[in-house]
C-alpha cells in the first residue's frame, strides 16, 4: 500500500506543478493560455487540458513500467509480480524525474496539439509521457 500512497502524493505533485505552471482563471472559466503567445480563440478548455494532463501521466506510468520488465527480461526473468514492480516503480528515480520532467513535457504537449481533436491531443500526450526521456533527456548525475 505504500506504493499506492506516493502513487497518489505523485499525482498532486503533477497537479499542482499543472496548475502553478499552466492554468490561468479568466473571465469565470478556467482556460488555458499556452506558452507561447496567441490569440484569445486560442484558449484550450480546461476538460482538454485535464484529460491530456492524465494521459500524460498515465504515459509516464507505463513507459516506466515498461522499462523495468524490458530490464526483467534482459536478465531472464520469465514471471512478474506487477504488484511488486508497481512499487519499485513508484520508489525508482526514473518515475520521479518523469513526474518532475511532466509539467515541461505538458507544456509541449498543449502546444503541439492546439487546434486537434482530444483523441489526436490525448495521443501525443501519452506518446510524450511514454517517452519522457527523450523528450526531455537527462543525463546521469556524477558523484
Known amino acids: 500500500m505504500k506504493w499506492l500512497s506516493a502513487g497518489i502524493g505523485g499525482l498532486l505533485f503533477f497537479g499542482a506543478s499543472l496548475y502553478l505552471g499552466e492554468v490561468l482563471a479568466v473571465g469565470g472559466g478556467l482556460t488555458f493560455h499556452g506558452a507561447l503567445p496567441g490569440p484569445a480563440s486560442s484558449n484550450t478548455p480546461w476538460s482538454t487540458i485535464m484529460v491530456d494532463g492524465i494521459v500524460l501521466l498515465v504515459g509516464i506510468v507505463i513507459g516506466n513500467l515498461y522499462g523495468r520488465l524490458k530490464i526483467l527480461r534482459t536478465k531472464g526473468?520469465?514471471?512478474v509480480n506487477i504488484g511488486g514492480e508497481l512499487g519499485g516503480m513508484v520508489k525508482s528515480i526514473d518515475f520521479w524525474l518523469g513526474l518532475?520532467?511532466?509539467?515541461?513535457?505538458?507544456?509541449?504537449v498543449?502546444?503541439?496539439a492546439h487546434g486537434t481533436t482530444l483523441?489526436?491531443?490525448?495521443?501525443l500526450a501519452?506518446?510524450?509521457g511514454?517517452?519522457?526521456q527523450t523528450?526531455?533527456?537527462t543525463k546521469p548525475a556524477t558523484a
Open 110 to 112: 498543449i502546444n503541439l
Open 119 to 123: 483523441v489526436a491531443s490525448s495521443v
Open 100 to 108: 518532475c520532467a511532466a509539467p515541461v513535457v505538458f507544456g509541449v
Open 77 to 79: 526473468v520469465v514471471d
Open 126 to 128: 501519452f506518446q510524450n
Open 135 to 137: 523528450v526531455m533527456p
Open 130 to 132: 511514454f517517452f519522457w
